[in-house]
């Protein structure tokens, strides 16, 4: 089945804890990207990678950091987690104009 | 002035009726634009994209484009209360780039 798939699904931290969320893909897409969802702020881009070793800053990449070693997996690094990171995050890979979402990190930091 | 804008609503429609949902977006460079679905606690998923001034229909869905107002809506058509989610609109920046940014949605809710 194709699928994004995203691990852990819920995370409870504390500030300053280093964690990485980790995004797979099966779909063969050269395409991944990040993205954090907030109430009243709606879905903002953190990082995207169009290939293998190439990635870039969204909208909001303070406090965020991502690679992209291989094809399928696009992990997000949160180096110094603080509370305002606490949010919903769903990874995505598209080949062309369609974005496939992974079913999201609920990550609440402490 | 926020760069896609999106009435939240909710917007209330009576079953079998149309729903239109409305986004405005303020670059005029931006080229693509999508619609996506978002039922509650779930991911988005996409319900059509379109380039080009003009409609542009997929089943019971019509997606509307006027480049010159900035305006991209999306018509559905008999809607169903399946059809009641978060509807997000999503402009790309341009052509070779992969920047997304999205609006804060719209609640659609379909009356039974």
């Known amino acids: 089945e194709a699928q994004v798939t995203q691990n852990p699904r819920y995370l409870i931290t504390v500030t300053g804890k280093k964690l990485t969320v980790t995004c797979s893909q099966n779909m063969n897409h050269e395409y991944m990207s990040w993205y954090r969802q907030d109430p009243g702020l709606g879905l903002r881009q953190i990082y995207y990678s169009m290939n293998v070793e190439v990635t870039d800053k969204g909208d909001v990449p303070e406090g965020y950091k991502v690679s992209r070693k291989e094809k399928r997996n696009f992990p997000l690094i949160l180096e110094s987690p603080s509370p305002n990171q606490t949010s919903l995050y769903f990874c995505?890979?598209?080949?062309?104009?369609?974005?496939?979402f992974g079913p999201g990190t609920r990550l609440l930091v402490l | 002035q926020k760069e896609v804008e999106q009435n939240s609503g909710p917007l209330s429609v009576p079953e079998g009726a149309i729903a239109s949902l409305n986004c405005t977006y303020s670059?005029?460079?931006?080229?693509?634009f999508f619609w996506y679905r978002q039922y509650s606690g779930k991911s988005p998923e996409l319900i059509m994209f379109i380039y080009s001034n003009g409609d542009k229909e997929d089943g019971r869905f019509t997606a509307q484009l006027n480049k010159a107002s900035q305006y991209v809506s999306l018509l559905i058509r008999d809607s169903q209360p399946s059809d009641s989610a978060t509807y997000l609109c999503a402009v790309n920046r341009g052509s070779g780039t992969y920047k997304y940014i999205f609006g804060t949605g719209t609640r659609l809710k379909v009356l039974a």
């Open positions: 995505a890979s598209s080949l062309k104009e369609t974005q496939y």
């Open positions: 670059d005029r460079g931006s080229q693509s």
